[in-house]
């Protein structure tokens, strides 16, 4: 399959992708109705569809490690960010026991998400089991929706002040760096199926290998340095959106005398 | 007592005067201004040295094909020259400012640990010494500063210089841990009442920065330094390729300190000029929010895009991809400060006193500095001008034209308030344009050099066109710049001397460093005047038109943590990273298997359940702190004796383990599995050895004593700090004993 025609077909047009989506969309409206931060909403759908439908996902699955972490970035990083986004301000997602509000959990399950889903054993079985992969598709949505609530709760006093906020997303971003660190000069391959896919579905390995030149090697490479490079980037934009915050002006003379 | 009093008579201490004699009161003291004098006098004392040296490589480079040096010691004099100005002369004269006006612009009457204080600045002098001692010990390390591997390697350099080099640096970088950790803990619990973090000065929000940066990037460096020591002086193959080691490994480790170092040494001069240019153009900062956010945003890029030292190397066209994307991003926050700046002049009554001079040249020749910076971040013109002069020339720029020149600016703004003298001001744009001149004629040139080929690092060049005149243009310009030097401690001195009265406030500034006397009293301030905004002094001046009031909007700008929490917090950050770097060569070194000892020779049911005592430490140490809050102290003794035990347990498991390997005959050098395993568990085991000493002082204190503060932020700091260590061997073991049955 060339180039040009895998662009063409290799949509995914089954699978719960297109009905979650409709029936999320259905929910959010009822919910909250068609308001001014609808639009975040539209903008996570829409991203979290293209992720799962789009071409990345066809060589996501099975072919390409690098398409596998881009996915990975957008469903844990990107999507849950702007869903938080998307809620109106008055919503309170406190969660019960408080235990769970604790930052450390919110930590943990952002971190955590990405280191748990490549270990090698895990990151072969998302490829080669359907209900794992689903399972970790939800996972990253979820978890994802864990870690950002702590900065982007709709109502402010459920989010950290600016310096935790800071500390949280820098941690986090270090952490993660780490594991892009490992997994960009590792010797060794973190999901084997992507080194040496056992079945070629889609009759691309030899566009992928000879044409683009992705090697096994070089894919893994740059599925790392995504996870090092412009997810830090994700983590930096937070970091000035919080510093922002910190130095926007309260406006209320009332609170200002100390 | 009589063992004291002959203590004191043999060291010529036994009368009152004699503890008062001025040496005694220089060495002995703990006053933030004295110790920032001293470290800026050190410094000062090291840019000599380190300002011959770059003389004698000048000197060298005059003319083609000159003898004056012999390749051995032009090395060793590069080499030199480049350690002692960025560790022995940016970094202590930078550390030396912030001591002495931070403490000052917050409105505290001293740093948070004042005995900290003075163990961090006493390391610089010593570490110099150390770095110098190898001069009489066969050789001064001949290596470049970056002491590039395999060749500082022994069977490349089997003198004792890289040795002496890599055991200065460790101290020194202890030293610079020490003090940025006492500088965080400063600004956070020491500011005046009202002096919200949003209400900081620029330079004082930019040291705190950049204490950050230190404690995370000076560990990995140290980390780095380990390596190399166990490589050199137990036979081990870290970095050394033939052993199974990797060149590269070093390279990484290197540059993961060496860039952020760049911002290290950058960041506070962005806080000189943020400070200076204000005052002197007499209007406030130009977008106060977006000079102190950049400075979080650079200080977080640098940490992130090393690689791009490292394009030569080899890492391949995705690697390098990515770092040129990144590397070039750095533009963005330090274009932002270099507009404010600007913006700040536009509109304002400049008074170019020597000061602003200084900066204003600073921020032109770093504008210079960034733009090669940009072009170097691109790879295909990296892999060209790499290890020339275009390169000698860039970082020149910045650590001359940006750094060196922000710090004569500081030193002859603050310089009336250290001494209180004004320095002459006709010498002082005597030694501006003598500066500026000579350092343009030195460097400028340089780019060139490099363009026409000319690489760094050649003791001498064959007569090729254009090379012989363009160096004597920079041998002269640096003449220029020696007798610059003379002329600012001529100046210096006679100013000490019999400069005019400079009173408190000669600048007009509006920081509350100038609110006090010039010098200062011991105690920093009789009052302070009302802090409501970023400029107190002006309000103070003008209270009917007073800046804006900044709101405290939040309760973390006035939140004042204990100060002995801080502390070990912080120290737990440098700690993680120095573990991080040691964890991630343990995973490297052991990715693939070797010949050998390896994972399978370990003891994983023993270790594990020894580490179980460990992990059980950290659960009667709380229970201690329970005891304690709850007004137990005899159960607090029992809980904390408990520790102790389990603690000690602990060691000798890892004791027994070691044993084993050793009958097993896996010593420290015999393979890679070896080296890294005993590097790892030896730090861990070093760090426990530190917290049980920590547990038994403080065991001992309740034993003598008991705790009158309830909870007590002893046992609180020393339990954290051990509550860390218990962590950290938790990722050890796992790593080590359990991911082998994982795979």
Same mark, same amino acid.
Request: net charge positive; proline share 6%; with cysteine.
């Given at each position: ?258 | ?75 060793? *004099? ?21 001591? #002495? ?174 400070? *200076? ?183 001498? #060049? ?126 490297? #070194? ?154």
């Amino acid at each position: 399959m060339t180039t040009g025609h895998f662009l063409f077909t290799g949509w995914t047009w089954g699978g719960a992708s297109l009905p979650v989506g409709a029936g999320t969309l259905a929910w959010y409206l009822a919910m909250f109705g068609l308001h001014r931060r609808f639009a975040y909403f539209a903008g996570a759908l829409g991203l979290a569809l293209v992720t799962l439908m789009s071409p990345i996902n066809a060589l996501a699955d099975g072919y390409l490690f690098s398409a596998h972490m881009l996915q990975h970035i957008i469903l844990l990083l990107i999507v849950p960010a702007l869903v938080l986004l998307s809620l109106p301000r008055s919503l309170s997602l406190a969660l019960r026991p408080r235990l769970f509000g604790h930052p450390l959990v919110g930590w943990i399950a952002g971190v955590g998400a990405m280191w748990f889903w490549h270990a090698p054993a895990l990151c072969n079985a998302a490829i080669s089991s359907r209900p794992v992969h689903a399972l970790q598709t939800v996972s990253l949505l979820v978890l994802g929706g864990v870690f950002w609530r702590q900065i982007l709760a709709p109502r402010e006093n459920e989010r950290l002040s600016p310096p935790h906020a800071i500390l949280y997303l820098f941690s986090a971003c270090v952490t993660c760096s780490i594991l892009g660190i490992i997994i960009t000069f590792s010797p060794v391959t973190v999901c084997s199926i992507y080194a040496m896919p056992p079945v070629d579905r889609l009759d691309l390995l030899h566009t992928i290998r000879v044409g683009w030149g992705m090697t096994p090697e070089r894919d893994q490479q740059i599925g790392g340095l995504l996870m090092w490079v412009p997810m830090c980037l994700i983590y930096l934009s937070a970091i000035l959106a919080q510093i922002a915050r910190w130095f926007a002006e309260s406006g209320s003379p009332a609170t200002e005398e100390i | 007592m009589s063992d004291l009093t002959a203590l004191l008579a043999r060291a010529g201490l036994s009368t009152p005067e004699q503890r008062e004699h001025w040496t005694m009161k220089w060495i002995s003291t703990v006053d933030h201004k004295r110790i920032g004098m001293l470290y800026l006098a050190t410094a000062l004392g090291f840019f000599v040295i380190g300002g011959i040296e770059a003389l004698l490589i000048r000197l060298q480079l005059a003319v083609p094909n000159n003898h004056l040096l012999q390749p051995d010691t032009y090395n060793m *004099v590069f080499t030199m020259h480049g350690t002692t100005m960025i560790f022995l002369v940016a970094m202590p004269a930078l550390f030396g400012l912030a001591n #002495y006006i931070v403490p000052l612009q917050i409105g505290a009457r001293d740093m948070a640990f004042p005995r900290l204080n003075a163990f961090s600045f006493w390391l610089v002098p010593f570490g110099g010494l150390l770095l110098h001692f190898s001069f009489l010990a066969g050789g001064a390390p001949a290596v470049g500063w970056f002491a590039y591997a395999p060749l500082s390697e022994t069977p490349y350099s089997s003198q004792l210089g890289v040795d002496y080099w890599a055991l200065a640096l460790l101290v020194l970088g202890i030293g610079s841990v020490g003090t940025s950790i006492n500088l965080i803990a400063t600004v956070l619990t020491q500011r005046a009442a009202h002096m919200t973090l949003r209400r900081l000065p620029l330079f004082s929000w930019m040291i705190f920065v950049n204490s950050f940066l230190v404690i995370l990037a000076l560990p990995v460096l140290n980390a780095g330094l380990v390596m190399l020591l166990i490589d050199r002086l137990l036979g081990a193959h870290f970095f050394l390729p033939p052993g199974g080691g990797s060149a590269i490994m070093w390279q990484h480790i290197f540059w993961a300190f060496g860039h952020p170092e760049v911002y290290i040494v950058a960041i506070p001069a962005f806080g000189i000029l943020s400070e *200076v240019i204000p005052v002197f153009a007499r209007k406030p900062i130009f977008g106060y929010e977006f000079v102190a956010g950049s400075t979080v945003a650079i200080a977080f890029l640098s940490l992130l895009v090393w690689a791009h030292h490292m394009f030569t190397v080899g890492l391949g066209h995705t690697v390098d991809l990515f770092f040129v994307a990144s590397s070039m991003l750095i533009a963005i926050p330090t274009g932002v400060k270099v507009l404010a700046w600007s913006a700040t002049m536009v509109g304002g009554r400049i008074r170019l006193d020597t000061p602003m001079l200084f900066c204003v040249a600073a921020v032109v020749q770093f504008l210079l500095a960034g733009l090669t910076g940009v072009s170097l971040a691109v790879a295909a013109l990296d892999w060209q001008t790499k290890n020339s002069y275009y390169l000698v020339a860039h970082f020149h720029f910045v650590f001359v034209g940006l750094i060196v020149f922000a710090i004569l600016g500081a030193l002859h703004y603050w310089f009336p308030k250290m001494s209180g003298r004004m320095l002459s001001e006709r010498l002082g744009k005597w030694t501006f344009w003598l500066m500026t001149i000579g350092f343009n004629l030195t460097f400028v040139i340089q780019h060139f050099l490099g363009l026409a080929g000319m690489p760094r690092r050649i003791y001498t #060049y064959a007569d090729l066109p254009g090379w012989g005149w363009m160096n004597l243009v920079s041998t002269v310009g640096a003449f220029l710049m020696a007798a610059a030097s003379l002329l600012f401690v001529w100046n210096l001195v006679t100013s000490l001397l019999s400069g005019e009265r400079a009173g408190d406030n000669p600048w007009k500034a509006w920081t509350l460093e100038w609110a006090t006397t010039s010098p200062p009293p011991h105690e920093n301030f009789q009052r302070l005047p009302p802090i409501r905004s970023r400029r107190p002094l002006w309000d103070d001046a003008n209270p009917g038109r007073p800046d804006p009031m900044v709101g405290a909007k939040w309760k973390a700008e006035t939140f004042a943590p204990e100060k002995n929490k801080t502390a070990v917090i912080a120290f737990i950050i440098s700690e993680t990273a120095f573990f991080a770097v040691l964890i991630l060569a343990y995973l490297f #070194y052991n990715a693939t298997p070797q010949a050998g000892p390896g994972a399978q020779d370990l003891n994983l049911a023993k270790t594990g359940l020894f580490s179980l005592c460990l992990f059980a430490s950290s659960f009667t140490l709380w229970r201690s702190e329970v005891s304690l809050n709850r007004g137990r102290q005899r159960a607090m003794r029992a809980w904390l004796a408990a520790t102790i035990l389990l603690g000690g347990v602990f060691l000798i498991g890892q004791g027994l383990e070691y044993g084993t390997l050793f009958r097993n005959g896996a010593s420290v050098n015999v393979n890679l599995f070896a080296t890294s395993f005993f590097t790892l568990t030896g730090f861990h085991g070093l760090h426990v050895c530190v917290g049980l000493i920590a547990l038994l002082i403080v065991l001992g204190l309740t034993l003598a004593a008991g705790f009158k503060r309830r909870p007590s932020p002893a046992l609180k700091a020393v339990a954290l700090y051990w509550h860390f260590v218990d962590g950290v061997w938790l990722v050890v073991f796992s790593t080590i004993y359990l991911l082998p049955h994982l795979r």
